[in-house]
Structures are given as C-alpha cells and as structure tokens.
C-alpha cells in the first residue's frame, strides 16, 4: 500500500509512532506529586510510623526514577539520589516559605490549614522540587511538575526560575513568573501578578527576558512587570495594577492613581445602563 492508499488515520498513526520515543504518564507523574508532597509533610497519619516513612521514600525513588528513564535520562538512579539527598534543605527552605504565611496571613490560623487549603503553598512546594530537578539537568519532567500546579492552582511558576526563602503568594490565581526571573527572600507576591518578558523572540531565548525583584518587596495584585533588566530594588511595595517596564530604585513605593467618581441617583440624572 503506498501513500495515496493510505487512510489519513493510517498515516496519521504512522507519523505519530515514528516520532514517539519513551512516553512520560503524565496521570503517574501527578499521582506522585501528590502522595509525595503528603509523605513530605506527614500529612497522612501512615507516616507517622519511621520504618513505613522510609519505606514509602525507597518507592518515591524507584518511581521517581522510572519517570526518568521515561524520558531517557541514563544516569537516572544518580540523580534520583542526589535529589533525595537534597530533600531536607528543600524542607527546610520550605519550612521557611510556610512560616511566612503563617506569620504575615491573618487568615493562616495554623500549620495544618496552610498545608491542605493554600493553593499559594502547594505551588511554593512543587516549583521548589522542580527547580531542583531542573538545575540537575532533568528534561521534561519539571515542567510536567510545573504545568500539574499550575492546573491544579492557577499559578504559574517555570522551574527555572530562581526564587529565594520566605516566599510568600497569597491567593494567588493568575499568577505568572517567568523562566529567567529572579526572586530575592521575604518577596510578597499576590494573585494576578506577572513577572514577564517585554518580547517572546525565540532568538532571545538564552538572554535574561524576566525582571529581577529584591529582597522584601511587595507585589500588590494585577500588577505586570516586564523586561530581563528591569530590577525592583529590594523593600519595594508595587501597587495594584501598576505597569512597570524599566528599573526602579530600592525603597520605592509605585501605585497606579486613578479617579473614581461617587453621585447620587438622584443628583446623576444620565442613568448608566450597565446590561450587556
């Protein structure tokens, strides 16, 4: 049968099976997360045992490196050690992020709460164990990682992305941090905020696309900053839908001013009809 013969779901299937090499299950991949971010914390009362605490780690091993292999990485077994030999300073720096936002959120009531009801924390979580696999080279994975959080939360943070301690997002929807942003300790960030690129060239992919922000800034909602050399200097408050394309000096405190005009029905005799 030649190619003329051929039905389009034939050449299709052909084309799709030439191209494919080992599959990573994303559905496997997002499983894992989620058992491993429980195991992480004890949060299930079956980790509370020692000995079903370790042996629940050598299987987040073996599966962490299947995924590996999955994606043809070949020194899978070395890596997935050095990853867990990481795993208490991840925790700790973790530790940090969740005291943050027990410490600054009024509404954070306790530990607990924070670990099963802040979508903010989850995706702190995820990006720090992607990031750590993305700095050892680890292909694909850490975006599936990164992609499963931010499906699950709305916020957006690429595992390249170097962010410092004490990290804090509160609400958190909508939020975009880019590959190449910087992030310094005792950052406050809010839903809506993108830390993005002034241009998506694919020839600028190697250049720093992403701003810098300094230690102990605040990022109040909506607000979008945009540019590789644009720095928010460090103790920074960035108000609420503010757009910020160039550097600004430490200390600053950067607000959008607008008008918002208050009458009485009465007194306002043009009546605005707001139906759509």
């Not at 980790?47 to 962490?64: G, N, T, W």
């Not at 942003?181 to 020839?203: C, E, F, M, P, R």
């Amino acid at each position: 049968m030649n190619v003329k013969e051929k039905s389009s779901l034939e050449l299709l299937f052909q084309h799709n099976l030439s191209e494919r090499c080992s599959v990573l299950q994303k559905k496997k991949v997002e499983f894992w997360i989620e058992s491993f971010v429980d195991w992480l914390f004890c949060i299930e009362q079956e980790y509370v045992d020692f000995e079903r605490f370790v042996q629940k780690q050598s299987a987040f091993q073996e599966e962490l490196s299947a995924f590996l292999v999955q994606v043809n990485v070949s020194e899978a077994e070395v890596l997935v050690q050095s990853f867990f030999d990481d795993l208490y300073a991840i925790h700790q720096v973790l530790l940090s992020d969740l005291n943050a936002i027990l410490e600054f959120d009024p509404a954070a009531k306790s530990r607990m709460e924070v670990l099963l009801a802040y979508p903010g924390f989850f995706s702190i979580i995820v990006y720090r164990i992607a990031h750590n696999l993305w700095v050892k080279n680890v292909p694909i994975l850490p975006r599936v990682l990164s992609e499963y959080a931010h499906s699950k939360t709305g916020i957006d943070i690429h595992p390249a992305a170097t962010i410092g301690e004490r990290f804090f997002i509160d609400h958190g929807t909508g939020i975009v941090i880019g590959e190449t942003a910087i992030i310094g300790n005792n950052v406050k960030i809010y839903q809506g905020v993108t830390l993005g690129a002034l241009s998506v060239s694919k020839d600028k992919a190697e250049e720093k696309r992403h701003p810098t922000i300094e230690d102990n800034v605040i990022v109040y909602a909506n607000a979008t900053i945009l540019g590789g050399k644009t720095i928010i200097g460090r103790g920074s408050v960035i108000g609420g839908n503010v757009w910020i394309t160039e550097s600004v000096p430490a200390q600053s405190l950067v607000f959008h001013k607008s008008e918002i005009i208050i009458k009485t029905k009465i007194d306002y005799h043009n009546v605005i009809d707001f139906s759509i």
